[in-house]
Structure formats: structure tokens, C-alpha cells
């Protein structure tokens, strides 16, 4: 078992994507990522890998979109605004069907919001990074831990799959230190014989590209592509469930707020009131089996989020009405405290069991 | 007439380029250009180790012409799209090829920023003053007083300010290692085009650094007139305005590469004269 070591969140980002073979990152300076840029600039020289300050985040994600195309396990990181400016080329990503993994370290918005830890970038990474229909792998942690594990995953996920994978974590979770167990530095990296190293006359010329003039031909293509979905749906979800088995009352939350929920799921249960935890950590696919599996016992649903209420639409479609789901959200940097939380379970324990 | 000379080829069709039929205009000097860089690839024995990135605009489809390797990148972005494929493999060649709203507006930042990191790549910029494949709207590069589909009474340089002289730009930076205007209007300015862009593959295959052959252009379309028209109105119009020349050159200013020519610029300034990492 590997040793633990005490690591800041947004430096074990860095730390585990190196593990996880990316030699290549190229990013663009804003808060609250700061530390994982920082971290890069110091270990890629010497892993005999490439750090690259772009001269913007537009220019940053087509430099990791020409070295995916050209083979290469590559990551870039930034904060909600300078994702919103990285969405053409992860929609380009997706199109051309390269592999990539893409950091958010959430900031409050809309615009330039606050640099205080949020939330609101959910809708943006589940439904819409970029125009035309597609979708990222979304992994969402609520440990440092799970930061090493998911970084290190999602490389692997978008090289299986040709496509851009997501981390979404939040200020809160980047700038907290806990023991992390790191994972062992990858070296059998898989083939990809579609990628753009020069042909050496040994193959046809092999071409990146999202351009498609033919009607049908697109069409075919992201019919293709949405089959890939399905299979990612069925085989990708992922969750926590934390005392759901018996639960009448099943708070939802993700990352940093999944954390608040759980410290106030457990004061409940000690007033008697019976509450569980569903944690998605996939936002996409969106754990949709593992709320259904809670629709027979529970009587109403809480969704926690450092947002104006965005997940919460994904937990109404998953429960269809056969119970309320209520929401509780607080925005701009204010993190909800778990008494906030407490006083909303026992509402809405009070009001279902009427 | 002899049999030997009778078989004799003296042009064909570069093996660099796919026998495709493109998408250009008829009289659109994309064509000769194409043949360039092919036949640049084909003389230096680099198709199998070439990346080519295209535009997008009317090379748009540049992919599909090109013999090696090809990414198709966001418009504007081919500069940020070769440096990340230069950086994974730095043995490679790789080359952009961008015209003129693609380079010069939209994606100036990257081509500026691809030019000072000095990356080592080969960039060929057409311009012909006008978005092509969009219908003929002016571009950055449209001339004073150009009537355009976006400027059809003339460019006004009061509320459209004025053209932008990149070879002239990018000159001022230490980063690039060699930078021409040319173009292909006649035999000897092809033949000149060519050498130009030989020249710029040859310095990135000697790691001698970043290097920028600008081709002013026409386009007969969107210019409403007949190719030789379009070449008569350019050479008097448009070589005024973009005159012709090596704008920078480091290897016949005396320096093995633009590094060294840096270093010699900024030869008084403490910091920028210390070697290596701290």
C-alpha cells in the first residue's frame, strides 16, 4: 500500500494526472486553480514533459486539442469564466473525437462572479460545454482522495472513449489539504493508432477533423457517437450512498456540498429522523439507476448545492414525480452550513410525513 | 523530336498532394500554393513525418487535398493547434496554413503568441484581402477604400481603421527566424513562393526556428473579375501596400538561429542574458 502524504487538492490534480501519464498541460492563470498551474510549471521539466502558459484559455484548449490528435495524454485546468472560454475547443473535442482531460475549479457566477468556492458550472459540463450535441464524461469528487482517483480515471475513460472528460471540483475542495493516497505512475499507455504522428508511409493519412458537409454523414457520425453515450450511461455511473437503505428522506448532493449534507444527515439521524445520502460522483452520466433504486422507500428528496438549483432538475427527471424533491442552494461563495441543511431535512421530514 | 524527350516529365502532380479535385474557385492561387508546400514536402522527404493544420476558410478542406497527416482546427486557432502537435512530437514538421481573416482577426493572439514563443513551426499565410469562403466580407487585411460585401462603400478608415501588415507585425518580435512576402502571379514569382516556403521547412527541420511565408493573393470570386483581372489589380493595389521582401531573416543577419538573434538584441539586458534555470 502506498505511503499517504498531506497534499492540497488542486496540487494532487496535478500530481495524479502526472501518475496517470499526461506530460502535457497547457493552461492560463486564474483563481481558484492557481496551485495546480503552479504545480505543473514545477514538475513537468522534470518529468521530461511539456507546461505551457498560453497566451489565453481559448488558445490553451487548441494546444491540448493538437497534442491529443497527436497521441499524447494531455490537461488543462482553469476556473468557471476561463471554461466558459475553453467551451469551442472542447466542443471541437468532442466533434473530432479526441481524448482530453478538462479541470474546473469552480468559482462563483454569472461573468466574473466571485473566486469563493461554487457550484454553478453544473449545467455547463452536464448539457452544454460548446454547441452541437455532445456530452464529457463529468467526475465530480468530495475528497482529495477522490481527486487523485478521478483525475487518474479520467484519463483512462476519455482515452476508451475519444472524448474530453471533466473534473469538477470547486474552491473549497482545491485548497484543502487532507492524507492522500497516490496511485502508482502508469506506464502502458493504450495505442492510438488514429492520431496525427505523421504517416511514415505506413498507413493512409490519418486526419483530425469535426468537419462534415455531408448532412447524412453527420448525421451518421453523431448518431454514432450517441450510441457510445448509451453504452457510457449503462456502464459509468457512479455513486455513494450513505444510510439510503432505510431512508425516508434522501438528501442529493455532489462534491464540497455532499460533504456539508453528509455532517447534517448524521444530526438528523441522531434526532431520530431517517435520512440518507445520495452523492453522485459521475454529474454525466448522471447516476439516474441509483436514485431510482431509492424511489420505492423514500418519501421526499433534498437537493444540497452551492448553486441556485441546478442537479435538482437532473434528480426530478430520475424521480418522475413519484415524489416531492425540494432544493436548498446558496450562491456566490457562501457554502451552506450544515445546520442550514439539518433545518431543511427536518422541513421537509415534517411535511412528508403529513 | 526524339523518344527520350517525349517521355520526359517536367511537371506532374506532387506526391504530397492527393489526387483529389478541390474545392477552390477556378483562378484562385490556393491551388498553386498547395502545389507549393506538396512539392516542398515531396523535395525534402517529409510527407511521412508531416503534420499540416488547416483553417478555417477556403483551405477549409485542406485536409482532404494533403498527402500527410492533417488536423482541422477551430478557426483562428491553427497556431495553438500546431504547438500543441509540435510539442508531442517535436520531430515532426508541422506547418500551419491560414488566410487572412483566419490569422490575422480572428486568431491574431495566436498567431502573435505562436510567433514570440518562437515555436518551431512553418506558418503560410494567404492573403487576398477578403473572407473568401463566407461570400467576401472585409477581412483585416482589405485595402482602404475596398469595397466589400461589409464595406460596400469602401473601407473607411475612420470607423474600419486600417489594414493589418503582418509580416511587418510579426517582425518586431524576437521569437520568429524568418519572414517573406511573396506571390504567385507570375513563373518567377512562383519560383520565388516556392523557395520562400522550402526555405521555411528547412529552417524548422534545422531547428533554426519559427518561420512565416506570407502570399499575397487574389480572389477572382469575391473580387468580381477574371484571374489575370484579379492579378493586375492586386500587383497594383495591393504590393504597394504589402510590398514584397524578407522581413526578417536571423541566419543571413549572421545568427545559427532565432535564439541566438534574441539574445543578441537583449545582449544589455542582465536578466535576459543569464543562462539556464535558477
Redesign the interface.
Known amino acids: 500500500m502506498a505511503e499517504k502524504v498531506l497534499m492540497k487538492g488542486n496540487e494532487v490534480l496535478a500530481e495524479s494526472a502526472i501518475r496517470a501519464g499526461c506530460r502535457f498541460f497547457f493552461g492560463y492563470p486564474i483563481t481558484p486553480q492557481t496551485e495546480l498551474s503552479a504545480y505543473m510549471a514545477k514538475r513537468m521539466p522534470k518529468e521530461g514533459g511539456t507546461f505551457l502558459q498560453a497566451e489565453s484559455e481559448i488558445a490553451a484548449i487548441n494546444m491540448v486539442y493538437g497534442a491529443s490528435a497527436s497521441g499524447a495524454r494531455v490537461m488543462t485546468s482553469s476556473s468557471s469564466p476561463g471554461i466558459s472560454l475553453k467551451s469551442e475547443g472542447v466542443s471541437y473535442l468532442a466533434g473530432a473525437d479526441l481524448p482530453a482531460v478538462i479541470i474546473n475549479v469552480m468559482r462563483g457566477g454569472p461573468g466574473l462572479g466571485s473566486i469563493q468556492p461554487s457550484q454553478s458550472d453544473y449545467w455547463q459540463a452536464t448539457r452544454a460545454l460548446g454547441h452541437g450535441d455532445f456530452q464529457m464524461v463529468v467526475y465530480a469528487p468530495s475528497t482529495v482522495q477522490e481527486m487523485a482517483d478521478y483525475v487518474y480515471r479520467a484519463f483512462d475513460i476519455a482515452d476508451k472513449y475519444r472524448m474530453p472528460c471533466m473534473i469538477m471540483a470547486d474552491g473549497m475542495l482545491g485548497q484543502m489539504m487532507e492524507p492522500v493516497e497516490l496511485r502508482e505512475r502508469k506506464t502502458d499507455l493504450p495505442a492510438k493508432p488514429w492520431a496525427t504522428t505523421g504517416h511514415q508511409h505506413k498507413r493512409e493519412h490519418n486526419v483530425a477533423n469535426s468537419l462534415y458537409l455531408t448532412a447524412e454523414e453527420l448525421d451518421r457520425l453523431n448518431h454514432e457517437r450517441f450510441e457510445r453515450y448509451e453504452e457510457i450511461k449503462a456502464t459509468e455511473q457512479l455513486s455513494e450512498q450513505y444510510l439510503c437503505e432505510d431512508a425516508d428522506i434522501v438528501v442529493v448532493a455532489f462534491g464540497a456540498s455532499a460533504r456539508i449534507a453528509r455532517n447534517a444527515v448524521r444530526a438528523a439521524r441522531e434526532q431520530g429522523v431517517k435520512v440518507g445520502l445520495l452523492r453522485p460522483i459521475t454529474l454525466w452520466p448522471f447516476p439516474v439507476d441509483a436514485v431510482r433504486a431509492t424511489i420505492p422507500q423514500a418519501k421526499g428528496y433534498l437537493c444540497v448545492e452551492m448553486n441556485m438549483g441546478q442537479m435538482v432538475e437532473d434528480v426530478r427527471l430520475a424521480v418522475e414525480g413519484q415524489a416531492p424533491v425540494e432544493f436548498f442552494g446558496r450562491t456566490g461563495g457562501v457554502i451552506p452550513t450544515p445546520n442550514e441543511v439539518l433545518e431543511n431535512i427536518i422541513a421537509l421530514n415534517e411535511k412528508v410525513g403529513e | 523530336m526524339s523518344e527520350t524527350n517525349a517521355e520526359k516529365i517536367v511537371f506532374k502532380r506532387p506526391d504530397s498532394l ?1 489526387p483529389v479535385i478541390t474545392n477552390y474557385c477556378p483562378g484562385c492561387p490556393h491551388g498553386i500554393v498547395n502545389r507549393l508546400v506538396a512539392e516542398t514536402m515531396d523535395e525534402l522527404g517529409i ?5 499540416g ?1 488547416c483553417p478555417v476558410g477556403c483551405s ?2 485542406a ?2 487535398f ?9 478557426h483562428g ?1 491553427a497556431p ?10 517535436p520531430d ?1 514538421v508541422v506547418f500551419a496554413y491560414q488566410g487572412d481573416g483566419d490569422l490575422a482577426s480572428i486568431g491574431m ?2 498567431t ?2 505562436a510567433a514570440t514563443r518562437g515555436e518551431h513551426i512553418s506558418v503560410i499565410f494567404i492573403n487576398n484581402a477578403i473572407y473568401g469562403m463566407t461570400g467576401g466580407q472585409m477581412a483585416p487585411t482589405s485595402l482602404p477604400n475596398q469595397v466589400t460585401q461589409t464595406s460596400p462603400y469602401g473601407r473607411q478608415v475612420s470607423s474600419a481603421g486600417y489594414p493589418v501588415r503582418v509580416c511587418e507585425l510579426l517582425a518586431t518580435l524576437d521569437g520568429p527566424a524568418y519572414i517573406e512576402r511573396v506571390c504567385v502571379d507570375t513563373p518567377a514569382h512562383v519560383r520565388q513562393a516556392k523557395k520562400a516556403i522550402r526555405k521555411a521547412f528547412q529552417n524548422q527541420i534545422d531547428g533554426i526556428g519559427y518561420s512565416f511565408i506570407e502570399v499575397v493573393s487574389t480572389c477572382p470570386t469575391n473580387w468580381g473579375m477574371t484571374p489575370q483581372d484579379a492579378f493586375a489589380w492586386m500587383r497594383e493595389n495591393m504590393l504597394p501596400y504589402y510590398p514584397l521582401g524578407v522581413y526578417r531573416d536571423v541566419v543571413a543577419d549572421g545568427y545559427a538561429n532565432a535564439a541566438e538573434a534574441a539574445a543578441a538584441r537583449a545582449a544589455d539586458c542582465p536578466i535576459a542574458t543569464q543562462g539556464g ?1 535558477r
Open positions: 492527393l510527407e511521412g513525418k508531416t503534420v493544420v477549409v478542406m485536409y482532404k494533403f498527402g500527410c497527416d492533417m488536423i482541422e482546427a477551430a486557432r495553438a493547434v500546431a504547438t500543441g502537435a509540435k510539442r508531442v512530437n515532426n493572439a495566436e502573435v503568441h534555470a
